[in-house]
């Protein structure tokens, strides 16, 4: 690896120019950290708490939290301190290991995120044959599946970007060292990368995305049969927010990723990353819990349990 690359750290872009800017830009991405890390904590801790919510469903919410909180804890923090400290270097090992880290949490999230469709599709449509099917052996299964489906594709992808020469700039157009800027900085040919990349995003974002779509759609046609409004009600509030988050991680992600590079701004590279990298994590503890009552009721418990003498 150090053989083939010609330089020895990159520099990473600030969230803006000016200082007064780039403060409050990190300011507010602070607060938006602290809010994702408080929001999945308690969610964390409500579900583990609670033994009412040991089901599936809560079982996957528990363990996309816990992944959100390292997700955002890969980018955010560096990004906050670069910016206070006008310090924008970072290390060959810190670059591959961000990278590593940024495309492991991505892969297992879409993952995640399809197996809890998976499960609002079986308790919606199948009711009788959830316990059957969403059982908890198969829950554990799936969660191990997408680990290590994500830690070999983050694997490949890492060692494979790292063979690449980077001899024009060392200058990433992004707050963090992602794939497709050190793509367009490599002097080497990037077409194999490239062409594994599309392949990665077709194949498991590409089947991740039919799946949800094909589930929603059937969850819909249930739930439109559904003659008991407020029992209609209750289902689409349960998906909704399901919906809202794959959307918008996908959405970003695969443009940020797949887009040609005669079109890339670093401003608008860097936008694309925070609906990806940073919304997600931070929306995820709110769509999930604002209408819950299940889990407004575990809060309330852990609250009155550990801060209420």
């Known amino acids: 690896m150090a053989n083939s690359t010609l330089v020895t750290e990159f520099l990473l872009e600030v969230f803006a120019e000016t200082w007064e800017l780039r403060i409050l830009l990190s300011v507010l991405f ?13 969610i964390i801790i409500a579900t583990t708490v609670d033994h009412t919510l040991n089901t599936p469903m809560y079982f ?4 996309l939290s816990i992944l959100d909180m390292g997700f955002v804890s890969v980018t955010v923090p560096n990004a906050c301190i670069n910016s206070f400290t006008d310090h924008r270097n970072i290390s060959l090992a810190g670059c591959a290991t961000q990278i590593f880290l940024v495309f492991f949490s991505a892969c297992v999230e879409i ?59 060392n200058v990433i157009s992004q707050f963090f060292c992602d794939l497709p800027s050190l793509l367009r900085i490599s002097c ?36 439109l049969k559904v003659p008991i409004k407020g029992e209609r009600g209750k289902a689409f509030s349960t998906c909704v927010p399901h919906i809202i988050v794959v959307s918008v991680f996908l959405s970003s992600g695969a443009y940020a990723y797949l887009k040609p590079p005669s079109i890339s701004q670093i401003v608008e590279d860097m936008t ?26 575990a809060v309330k418990k852990v609250i009155s349990r550990f801060f209420i003498v």
Request: proline fraction near 4%; hydrophobic fraction near 50%; glycine fraction near 2%.
């Open 111 to 169: 993952q995640f995120l399809t197996i809890m469709a998976q499960d609002r599709f079986v308790a919606i449509c199948k009711p009788l044959l959830y316990p059957v099917i969403m059982n908890h052996q198969f829950c554990v299964q799936m969660t191990l599946a997408s680990l290590l489906t994500s830690l070999i594709l983050a694997s490949v992808h890492t060692s494979k970007t790292f063979q690449l020469s980077f001899c024009h700039s």
């Open 60 to 63: 996957f919410l528990r363990n």
């Open 30 to 42: 602070l607060l938006v950290y602290m809010g994702s890390l408080l929001g999945n904590l308690i």
């Open 188 to 223: 080497s040919d990037t077409f194999n990368n490239k062409l594994l990349l599309f392949l990665t995003a077709i194949g498991l974002s590409g089947s991740c995305f039919t799946f949800i779509a094909i589930s929603y759609v059937r969850i819909l046609s249930t739930v």
């Open 272 to 297: 694309l990353s925070v609906f990806y990298t940073i919304v997600p994590p931070f929306l995820n503890p709110i769509i999930y819990s604002l209408r819950n009552k299940q889990i407004k009721k």
